[in-house]
């Protein structure tokens, strides 16, 4: 099996989880005088322990497959961390220039005025640049989930 495939497995089984989740609360109490829930809770409850027993093993394989696979000279999880700092950091100065942006939130002369303190073309260009290293790296991670076999 891909690597790739085991993270698509995960991502449903993590869904299914909070499916799962939602019936089981739902399930939990019903109204004084009906008789049973519409689902078991009891089963809904086992189903969600395997669900889990299931998520444990799927995130063993990949975190094990993330650091024994190697791509363009590094671990994949070096990659990851590596994409994921510049996509916060993309994200960071993105809300930087949002938040520095100048809006007329001035109705009279007597209001604050307030003037900005980065340079807002500069900041956003740093941005899509550390957006574009992250894209750039997220397909090599990609590349490397497809071509990843795991036991």
């Known amino acids: 099996m891909k690597l790739a495939e085991l993270l698509n497995e995960r991502k449903a089984v993590k869904k299914e989880i909070e499916n799962i989740k ?3 609360y739902l399930s939990a109490k019903v109204q004084e005088g009906d008789a049973t829930p519409a689902e078991s809770p009891e089963e809904l409850k086992t189903t969600l322990i395997n669900l889990f027993e299931k998520l444990e093993g799927l995130i063993v ?7 024994s696979t190697g791509a363009e000279g590094k671990k994949l999880m ?3 961390a590596e994409r994921d700092r ?3 950091i993309a994200d960071m100065l993105h809300q930087l220039a949002t938040n520095a942006t100048p809006r ?3 109705f009279s002369r007597n209001e604050i005025r307030y003037v900005q303190m980065v340079n807002i073309k500069e900041t956003r260009r740093e941005a899509d640049s550390y957006a574009r290293k992250a894209r750039a790296i997220d397909t090599t991670i990609q590349t490397a989930n497809w071509n990843t076999e795991v036991m």
Request: glycine share 0%.
């Open 22 to 24: 939602e019936r089981l």
């Open 61 to 67: 394989k990949i975190n094990l497959a993330n650091v």
């Open 78 to 80: 070096e990659l990851i």
């Open 86 to 88: 510049n996509i916060a």
């Open 104 to 106: 007329p939130e001035r």
